[in-house]
Every structure is written in C-alpha cells, then in structure tokens.
C-alpha cells in the first residue's frame, strides 16, 4: 500500500514548477553528505521571498517524505536572511524531489508490525551556537512513520552529553508510539530495541 496519493504527487510537481526546473536534470541526493553552512554562505538574496515560498512547500511535503526531511530542515533555519548558496541547495532539493516524484511510505502485508527506534546526535553541527543537533527515526513495518531533527536548546560540552539528550527525545516519542499502537490493537513487545552509535553513553 502507498499512503502518498496523487494529490501529494501534484503537490511535489507544483512545488517543481514554481521553482521553474522541470526541465532540468534531476539529482540522487537532496543534499551531499557532510556540508555545513552558515548564515553568511554566498551573497544575500535581493528578494527572498521565493526562497521562503519553496521551503515552505517543501516543509509540507515532508509529512510524506521523509528523505528530504534532514536538506529541510537545514534551508528552513535561513527563512530570515537567506544567501544565494541556501537558494541553490533549495533548488537541489526540489531537483532530486522531481526525480523522485512517485517515492512515498511502503507498508507491505507480511512485514512485521515491530517498532524500532534509531538516535542519534551531531555533536556542535551549528557552527554560529555550538549547539548539537539531535535526530530519531522511529521505524514500523520496514517504514518510517516518525522522525525528528532539530537542534538542542543548549550546549553540551561533549558528544556523550548530546548523545544522552537525543536518546531522551526519542524515548518520549518511542513511548508515546508504543502505546498509541497498543490503542489501536497494534501490541509491542515489552522491550523495543533502540539502536545508536555512541558506546560512551552504555
């Protein structure tokens, strides 16, 4: 079963009109791995309000696709004073969308219903604040039906301590799902595993 509909599929070939690149050739990636921006990246827009029409479009389109979630979240924390090198990342995201068009949430009949959860942190990823960035998906079905990536209210002075934060977030939402599924006849098992990749916080 697909949950995203044509009506999100035209929402996705809007959003590739109005940024004007139907005709251009689409990417495999929203955004190249390990890329840090900052504030003052390229020249200022002289007009930034298409920037901040297409990344909310692309903000509405992530309730279904969650493999932009993360290149989002990036553009949307320069709505304010964007520069042109964030415009073309929102121009690289809306290629790769158009390329993608018909991607959405699979749920296959004989997958098994078992939630798992995946945290993990980008220990000073804002390079203006030194604040971390935490990140949770929450799997069912060998489908992503939860996930977060924002930046922590404050520092922390190390890796472990950004770690401890982000697996706090994503055990709220891990129990708030938990028993939201058994609401719905959906029972979990006692104990669900939640996978991240700091040893120092075992």
């Given at each position: ?60 389109l ?29 121009l ?9 068009l ?40 060998n ?47 006692s ?12």
């Amino acid at each position: 079963m697909i949950i995203t509909g044509d009506d999100i599929v035209k929402y996705a070939s809007n959003l590739v009109s109005k940024a004007e690149l139907n005709d251009s050739k689409s990417v495999s990636t929203p955004l190249e791995s390990n890329v840090k921006f900052t504030s003052m990246d390229g020249s200022p827009l002289f007009n930034p309000t298409r920037y901040r029409q297409l990344v909310r479009t692309l903000v509405y389109l992530t309730t279904t696709r969650l493999d932009i979630a993360y290149a989002v979240h990036i553009v949307s924390q320069f709505m304010t004073t964007p520069h042109s090198t964030h415009y073309a990342t929102v121009l690289c995201i809306s290629c790769y969308v158009n390329g993608a068009l018909f991607h959405g949430f699979h749920f296959f009949a004989n997958s098994s219903l078992v939630l798992l959860a995946y945290s993990n942190a980008d220990w000073t990823s804002d390079s203006s604040y030194h604040r971390s960035s935490t990140g949770y998906c929450l799997v069912l079905g060998n489908s992503f039906i939860s996930l977060q990536s924002e930046k922590q209210t404050i520092p922390s002075c190390s890796s472990t301590k950004a770690e401890y934060k982000a697996l706090d977030n994503t055990t709220l939402e891990l129990l708030s799902l938990w028993w939201l599924l058994g609401d719905i006849s959906i029972p979990q098992p006692s104990s669900t595993d939640l996978y991240y990749d700091n040893q120092s916080v075992i």
